[in-house]
């Protein structure tokens, strides 16, 4: 029988290996030796394990960290020589940059990166110009490209960052698809709160380039007409955000896995940002028949068809955000349309089996 061959995997984010990687893992684990360096305290939950693949705890920062990331580089060039992996797959922009770099070094033939959204998207000057050079550099150094949408890679194609053939898209993308016979549940919307009030969200990290302050200044602004309303927002603080929205009927809650009891207690989806790569809490709603707000960024309108599967406005517009909340509120045939329309396109091209299939099939078709 012949010798598994190596896969290692390389993340900054715990959050990303649980909840958007872990089936590919899963796959892979069957048929190869897999192996996840991760640093243990990026995982949302305490004590994240399994016996499926092995886990290393790797600090790499998500952060810029001069010392720390030189300190990565020569800590993962003795792990890659040490062990000899017949592939690196990279998930983040510095796990590409550093594990991209230091695979060259040892002459790791298959090295595989993964974009997720561009962080110098929305940045001007200096440092879009270092960041976007960054990701020239990570396109440079992984010899096989994956784009999470049609739309990210013709943005990437524009900016010079890659070549056409170079890059690919697994299907219509998406990093992991969405498992419909989890999300669509029966709906529990208004069983645990019984109030008359119509209930926005907002799920994920809480950061400027997520538009949450948008978010907070269309709600207030919204708010003071309407006052049977009330905006959740559900994950990770990066912004002090807490402190800085002070209305009571905003709430905040921390970060949980029970992403479809979440979705079916509330209304509305928001995501207002300013940067995505294909993002996976829209599918989850449209998964879960929530109807979904988006800003009209390239990533969030692959999947958002205006008027059609979902609303979208300009990012940054505060206005015409807040417009679209009260379109929401105040017309049951439009949000009827569109979440059956979402779901149904969600279901056609997105169900997660097939997406962690193709996956499959483009690592061992590129392994082999």
Known sequence: MPKKKNIFV????????????????VKLSIDYNVTVLVPFSSFPEK?????????INFPIERKISIINDIKSLFNLIYILFKNRPNMIISLG???GLIGGLSSCLVKTKI?????????????????????????????????YLISVSHKEKFFLLKNNIGAFNKIKVIGRGSICGVDLDKFNTINTRNI??????????????FNKDKG????????????????????SFVGIDECDLVKQAKNKNIKFFKYSSNVPKILKEHDC????????????????????KVPVIGSNIYGINSLIKHNETGLLFPAGNVELLKKQMKRIICNQVLVNKIVE????????????????????????????
């Open 10 to 25: 390389l993340s900054t984010s715990g959050f990303i290996i649980k909840h958007f990687f872990y089936d590919h893992l």
């Open 47 to 55: 004590n994240f394990n399994t016996n499926l693949f092995k886990l």
């Open 93 to 95: 922009p510095k796990s």
């Open 111 to 143: 090295r595989v990166f993964i974009f997720q959204g561009q962080v110098w998207s929305n940045k001007v000057g200096l440092y879009r110009f270092l960041l976007l050079n960054v990701d020239k550099l990570i396109c440079f150094l992984n010899n």
């Open 192 to 205: 645990s709160h019984k109030k008359n009030y119509f209930c926005f969200l907002f799920l994920g990290r």
């Open 212 to 231: 949450v302050h948008d978010l907070v200044n269309a709600f207030i602004s919204l708010n003071m007409r309407i006052k049977n309303i009330r905006l």
């Open 269 to 288: 989806l928001i995501l207002p940002s300013y940067r995505e790569g294909l993002p996976i809490s829209i599918l989850e709603a449209f998964g879960s």
């Open 341 to 368: 329309n979402a779901y149904n396109h969600a279901k056609r091209y997105y169900n997660k089996t097939t997406v962690i299939n193709n996956y499959q099939n483009y690592f061992n078709r590129i392994i082999k």
